[in-house]
């Protein structure tokens, strides 16, 4: 069954309703958790409800033990029991199965790092990044991001600190929060202590101590300042060292942080050794009792490294000997003994295994679901893009068009400024909340703020373009009606040229991708997006325009049921300049002048019949030859009337309609002259 005329609007606005509403569905479930959990924020995990049986504190508990264990130097019974908490996350759904796996991973790579594993240390860290960044947790990557830069400083690795400490840079330097800027500060002062730039480095580590103070990071205070104490020792100044580890003594008192506090002791007494190795030794002996109690054996065991040199120094080799044993007795504790070892780097080698192959699967799957993503979007977009085609070509022709476009004259004109601005800031919210959404640029990979920063700008410049296009294009257009034959032509340049300056920001910014696909679907998008509200704009103009109109021509009708109009006995001749054509007619008889090509056909009343005659003569001279006859008026290129004929006025969007009764069709008013019809109109039906 035929769809009626009258319904085809509204089945092509059903049909991109529903083109809109599946992509946004499709970009709402995309990024919807499938189990209703909520990711980590801040040093807590808010969870849906799942069942008891996913009950995360076995791993937390897990985990709070190993890091006791580490920092007692029980480096491989540590790394079990991290082992058995990264098994147990695989028995969760994720997502807080992932962010569970990244804790663990960060600690592998701690223990790593603690066993001069560097390399291993930087893979279980770079794992733990991808899988925090999963889980959304952005004081985790933060935190990852430090121990990588720190990790990294080596020749080997160098090129890693760098960017892992530029990404981190961009987080504080984009957050608010002071534990992120004072892990930035930390992680850029240890670069530069590492390039031998002290002054710089301990500049650093005094802000990122502001920074953790703020933050309540009472721990992280103490090592900044035991950090700067090293940097200041390097530069050559020993007293301003000594005066800071006095510092980090009396903060670590104060907060109650024995360990940090002893870690103080162990740099005041290498930088008293540097000048005074017998006072140091003294200082070491007297909190040696304290590491056998506490069990600390990695503090107790660098204490005994400085003490085996401190004693050399002073030339007291037997000393000397007794703390080099120790110091190997010590390390066996730390370490276990050789088959231990052996079994410990055995279980990490199946972990490991075990651990890349479940990454394999999940890169895997992350690339399908892109892949599916991508081509569902792509597939809604390119259908989108055939709606509009379809709706331009069931228009019917350019020209109207062209007309459609042209309404925006009327109105905009008149528009005032207050009414811009307002338009201003809907037509950003309305870009910047879309483009966020449906994002095209596929900022998938930077924090939200920045991802709705981006689009804010785009918003923002599309907006500018748009709303200053609206403002003068109709206003040019208006000034030069020749120009108006060229307006779909001038509105597509002007949405490439949005689409243009788009591209060019995301390329300057860095953002996004290089590949034509995903610049061709920015294309579809803006223009997409572009194209929606001017058509539903043109729609509501063109609804004010008729309600304008139809008032208009309401009053003029009443007018001329009102106001009587005399009619004059004057002869008007109209003739011909290329042919001997002549016609006399009274004024009062003649009812319009329609053009027929290179001819004139005059309509006129004779012995109560309607005749016409054709006459070789152009509108613009006949027009001339009737200009003392103010009752003409010329209302379309095609027309010329005699406003005493006619008997009702018709509105509509497009303008005016004339009834005349000797004439069986209505006589249109053009736009271009609808002025001077009304006008000449008022001349005609003046009230009194």
């Not at 594993?117 to 991001?145: H, K, M, N, P």
């Not at 080799?317 to 007795?329: G, I, N, P, V």
């Not at 106001?563 to 300049?577: F, G, K, R």
Request: net charge neutral.
């Amino acid at each position: 069954m035929p769809i009626p005329f009258f319904m085809r609007p509204v089945v092509k606005f059903l049909v991109l309703v529903a083109a809109i509403f599946l992509f946004f569905s499709e970009t709402v479930f995309a990024s919807t958790p499938a189990d209703g959990t909520t990711n980590r924020t801040g040093s807590g995990v808010q969870t849906g409800s799942n069942t008891a049986a996913e009950n995360p504190d076995e791993i937390t508990v897990l985990l709070s033990h190993a890091r006791v264990l580490l920092r007692k130097g029980s480096i491989d019974s540590a790394m079990i029991m991290v082992f058995e908490a990264r098994n147990a996350t695989m028995e969760i759904s994720e997502p807080r199965s992932i962010y569970f796996s990244a804790q663990c991973n960060h600690l592998l790579g701690e223990i790593c790092y603690t066993r001069f594993i560097e390399d291993e240390a930087i893979r279980f860290y770079l794992l733990a990044f991808s899988q925090y960044r999963q889980a959304g947790d952005l004081t985790g990557v933060a935190e990852i991001l430090n121990a990588i830069s720190i990790t990294s400083l080596n020749d080997k690795h160098k090129w890693l600190s760098k960017k892992a400490l530029k990404i981190l840079s961009d987080i504080g330097n984009s957050s608010s929060d002071p534990y992120l800027k004072g892990l930035d500060y930390e992680a850029r002062g240890d670069f530069y202590d590492f390039e031998g730039h002290y002054l710089q480095a301990a500049e650093m580590f005094r802000t990122a101590g502001y920074f953790y103070s703020r933050a309540g990071k009472t721990e992280k205070v103490s090592d900044v300042i035991l950090s700067r104490a090293l940097s200041e020792f390097s530069e050559g100044h020993r007293d301003v060292a000594l005066a800071l580890t006095d510092s980090a003594k009396q903060w670590n008192t104060k907060n109650g942080l024995r360990k940090n506090y002893l870690e103080a002791v162990y740099y005041q007494a290498e930088f008293i050794g540097s000048e005074n190795p017998a006072e140091a030794i003294e200082i070491l002996k007297s909190t040696l009792d304290e590491l056998y109690k506490s069990q600390l054996n990695i503090h107790l065991g660098i204490y005994l490294k400085l003490m085996v040199r401190l004693q050399k120094q002073t030339g007291d080799y037997k000393s000397a000997l007794e703390s080099t044993d120790e110091f190997h007795r010590v390390l066996n504790d730390i370490y276990g003994s050789d088959a231990e070892r052996k079994i410990a780097s055995l279980q990490l080698e199946v972990e490991t295994g075990k651990l890349n192959h479940r990454i394999n699967l999940l890169q895997k799957e992350q690339e399908l679901s892109s892949a599916n993503a991508r081509s569902q979007r792509n597939m809604l977009f390119y259908f989108f893009l055939a709606t509009i085609v379809l709706f331009m070509m069931a228009l019917n022709n350019m020209r109207r068009l062209q007309y459609r476009l042209y309404l925006l004259k009327e109105f905009t004109l008149d528009f005032p400024i207050g009414r811009y601005l307002m338009a201003f800031i809907l037509s950003l919210a309305y870009y910047s909340i879309i483009l966020y959404f449906v994002n095209p640029l596929n900022l998938t990979d930077i924090p939200a703020g920045i991802h709705w920063l981006h689009y804010s700008i785009i918003g923002f410049i599309t907006s500018a373009l748009t709303t200053t296009g609206i403002i003068l294009l109709p206003a040019q257009w208006s000034a030069k009606p020749g120009f108006n034959k060229r307006f779909s032509a001038t509105a597509m340049i002007f949405i490439l040229i949005i689409n243009a300056v788009v591209i060019l920001y995301s390329m300057l910014a860095g953002v996004g991708s290089s590949s034509w696909i995903d610049y061709l679907n920015v294309i579809l998008v803006i223009t997409g997006i572009t194209i929606i509200p001017l058509f539903f704009t043109i729609i509501f103009l063109e609804k004010v325009l008729l309600r304008k109109h139809i008032q208009l021509a309401g009053l003029l009708s009443n007018r001329i049921n009102k106001v009587p109009s005399a009619d004059t006995s004057d002869t008007i001749e109209l003739y011909s300049d290329r042919s001997k054509d002549v016609l006399n007619i009274k004024a009062a008889n003649l009812i319009m002048i329609e053009a027929a090509g290179n001819y004139a056909k005059i309509c006129y009343t004779e012995e109560n019949k309607t005749r016409s005659t054709l006459i070789l003569a152009t509108m613009k001279l006949l027009e001339s030859q009737l200009s003392g006859y103010p009752q003409f008026s010329r209302c379309h290129k095609s027309y010329i009337v005699n406003l005493k004929k006619v008997k009702k006025v018709l509105g509509n969007s497009h303008g005016y309609k004339l009834e005349i009764p000797e004439i069986d069709y209505q006589v249109p008013v053009s736009r271009s002259y609808a002025e001077t019809f009304i006008k000449s109109f008022d001349k005609v039906y003046r009230e009194k």
